[in-house]
Nanobody
Framework: QVRLVESGGRPVQSGGSLRLSCEVL????????MAWFRQAPGKEREGVAA????????SYANFGEGRFTISKDRDTNTAYLQMNNLKPADTAEYYC?????????????????WGQGTQVTVSS
C-alpha cells in the first residue's frame, strides 16, 4: 500500500525558512507526479506547487512564486518543498500528494495518494 510521509514542519518566525520532505513508501514506482497542498483553519485546501514524475517543476501558486521551490529525488522517491521568506499567512497544515498522472497540477482531485500532513506555523 502506498504511503506518503511528510516531515519538516515546525514553528518558525516571519522571514525564516523551512524545508518540507515527503517520502513515498510502499511502492517501487519512481515516477509519481507529486505536489504540495496546504490548508489553514476554516479555509479550503489549496495547491502550493507540483512537480512532474521526471522531476520538472510544473506549477506554483502565485503566493509561492519566488519564495517556494519544489524538487524531487527520484532515487529516494522523496519530494521536497523549500520555503523561504515565510509569512504568517503561510501558516497551515501542509500535505503531500502523489499520482501517476496529475492534471490539473494544483487540483486536489488529480491526486490519489495523500500524506497525513505536517504543521507549519509562522509567527510575526
Amino acid at each position: 500500500q502506498v504511503r506518503l510521509v511528510e516531515s519538516g514542519g515546525r514553528p518558525v518566525q516571519s522571514g525564516g525558512s523551512l524545508r518540507l520532505s515527503c517520502e513515498v513508501l510502499g511502492s517501487s514506482y519512481k515516477d509519481y507526479c507529486m505536489a504540495w497542498f496546504r490548508q489553514a483553519p476554516g479555509k479550503e485546501r489549496e495547491g502550493v506547487a507540483a512537480i512532474s514524475g521526471d522531476g520538472v517543476p510544473r506549477s506554483y501558486a502565485n503566493f509561492g512564486e519566488g519564495r517556494f521551490t519544489i524538487s524531487k529525488d527520484r532515487d529516494t522517491n522523496t519530494a521536497y518543498l523549500q520555503m523561504n521568506n515565510l509569512k504568517p499567512a503561510d501558516t497551515a497544515e501542509y500535505y503531500c500528494a502523489a499520482a501517476g498522472a496529475c492534471y490539473p497540477f494544483l487540483a486536489p482531485r488529480a491526486y490519489e495518494h495523500w500524506g497525513q500532513g505536517t504543521q507549519v506555523t509562522v509567527s510575526s
